[in-house]
């Protein structure tokens, strides 16, 4: 009965391959945000959908596609992988309009590019 | 927009002692502040949250933190450290009108026996 579940947890891949990540949440929740947490430990917003619209879309390169199927899935999709994409990618999810709520986070995707 | 620094990227310290770990924030409006800890390859796990009223909150795990909005801080304690204390602390700021949750660049906490 996992909150925000992400998988795979690992991924390690070749440079130049093509990967996916999924999230999924069973709370109800409306909003769902990826994350990249570097090796220092810094958290960067990448992309946020609200019932599957994109309302945030940082500066990210264009190998990177976010998709929402529905409001309890966001799915991230990385092309012509690069050593430099070697990260913790987290899931969260919250509710719009609650600022007061916070976010719920998945325990991360860590990825490994070889 | 809002702006959170958390003043010690690093923070060892023996067991059984005392810690303070420091956040201040900048904003032009009104902000819900929290504290997230994030233990070694988990992800991030809510400890506490100000949203109003009473300047001090307490959280789980036995941490609290004072809001002091004259000096724009959100400072986080724990009287007492265990070794399971040992991982990354966030700060985070939010506008309570509407926006993205803001998050500081994180203190790791080393606690030693």
């Known amino acids: 009965d996992t909150a925000v579940s992400q998988t795979p947890k690992y991924l390690v891949t070749q440079m130049g391959n093509d990967k996916s990540i999924k999230c999924e949440q069973n709370l109800g929740h409306d909003t769902m945000y990826w994350y990249k947490q570097d090796s220092k430990k810094f958290l960067k917003i990448m992309f946020s959908y609200n019932n599957k619209e994109l309302i945030i879309n940082e500066t990210v390169p264009n190998r990177f596609s976010p998709k929402s199927p529905d409001k309890a899935h966001l799915n991230l999709h990385i092309n012509s992988l690069e050593l430099g994409d070697s990260a913790v990618y987290f899931c969260a999810s919250s509710w719009a309009g609650r600022e007061d709520y916070g976010y719920t986070f998945g325990s991360g995707t860590r990825l490994t590019v070889v | 927009a809002q702006s959170v620094t958390q003043l010690d990227s690093q923070v060892p310290v023996f067991e059984e002692a005392p810690v303070e770990l420091r956040c201040n924030y900048s904003s032009s409006v009104s902000v819900y502040l929290f504290w997230y800890v994030q233990y070694p390859n988990q992800g991030l796990q809510l400890l506490l949250k100000?949203?109003?009223?009473?300047?001090l909150v307490k959280g789980i795990n036995g941490f609290e933190a004072e809001f002091n909005k004259s000096q724009t801080s959100f400072h986080l304690r724990k009287p007492s450290v265990h070794i399971s204390d040992t991982a990354e602390y966030f700060c985070?700021?939010?506008?309570?009108?509407?926006?993205?949750?803001?998050f500081g660049e994180g203190t790791q906490l080393t606690v030693n026996p």
């Open positions: 100000y949203l109003s009223g009473s300047t």
């Open positions: 985070a700021v939010r506008r309570t009108s509407g926006s993205r949750l803001t």
